[in-house]
Structures are given as C-alpha cells and as structure tokens.
C-alpha cells in the first residue's frame, strides 16, 4: 500500500513540475520575444512568439501574449515588405492561417499591404522576363534573317 502512495505523490509532484517547468519556458520565450520586439529585431521576436503561441490553444491564449503577437507580426511584415523576402511572407501567411485568432483590423490592412506589393513585385517579375523573351527572340530572328 505505502508503494502505491509513493507512486501516486510521485506522479501528482511529477506533473506540477512539469507545468510549472513548462509556464516557466514560455515565460521565458515570452521576455525573449519581448526582449527582442522591444530591440527592433523583429525576425527573432517572430519566431520567439510563434514558440510562445504554439504552447497555448485558441481559448487559452492570455491578452498580453495576444496583443505583443499582434505587434510583432506587424512590425515583421513590414521588415519582410521592405526586404522582399517572399519564403518569410509565405510562413507569415502559414502561421496566420494557423493563429487566426490573432488577426486584427490593423493586421489584416497590412497583411493586404504586403500582399499586393508581393503580386505586383511578381507581376513586374514577370513582365520583365516575358521583355527579355521578346527580346531574346527577335535577336535570335534577325540572326536568322542575317545568315540567310
């Protein structure tokens, strides 16, 4: 009998320290996110706060953690518009998609910002490769024209 009690404390003790050790992690990731939001390094920030939501769901998720969230993806869809950085919009995207909850007024204008800059970015891309093609084709017919 006194094993199974043994085992039982063992395994209520076990299980608060582990959530306490897991509140504590987050926390720290929390400051990391912070620490680094409040530097201006808004790629690290990101993915300290992507950390930080992964450990909570939808319901659970506390307004402080919400609102720096928030701000972080913000800011770091502006450093991503301004570097053209198309992989890091692309996972901005995904992880919306999965934390939709975190979606604002503010967010969602800036998510169109950035996605309209990213269509005509590839639209200009575009277009510039279909010149070069035209070009690369009347080239190669005048040479055609020449030789014979």
């Known amino acids: ?3 199974k009690y043994f085992t039982l404390i063992f395994f209520i003790l076990f299980c608060l320290f582990s959530a306490f050790g897991q509140s504590s992690l987050v926390n720290k990731y929390l400051e990391a996110a912070n620490t680094e939001y409040s530097i201006r390094e808004n790629e690290k920030a990101y993915n300290y706060i992507n950390i930080v939501l992964e450990q909570y769901t939808e319901n659970d998720v506390p307004d402080n953690v919400l609102l720096l969230a928030e701000a972080i993806y913000f800011d770091y ?3 991503v518009k301004a570097s053209g950085n198309t992989e890091a919009f692309q996972d ?3 992880n919306l998609i999965s934390y939709e909850y975190l979606t604002s007024d503010r ?4 998510l ?3 996605t309209n800059f990213f269509l005509e ?3 200009a891309e575009e277009e510039a490769r279909a010149q070069e093609n035209a070009e690369k084709a009347a ?3 005048a040479k055609t ?3 014979v």
């Open 1 to 3: 009998m006194n094993k």
């Open 77 to 79: 869809l502006s450093d």
């Open 92 to 94: 901005i995207q995904q």
């Open 107 to 110: 967010l969602n204008r800036q």
């Open 112 to 114: 169109n910002n950035v």
């Open 121 to 123: 970015k590839a639209k």
């Open 139 to 141: 080239i190669a017919a």
């Open 145 to 147: 024209s020449a030789e």
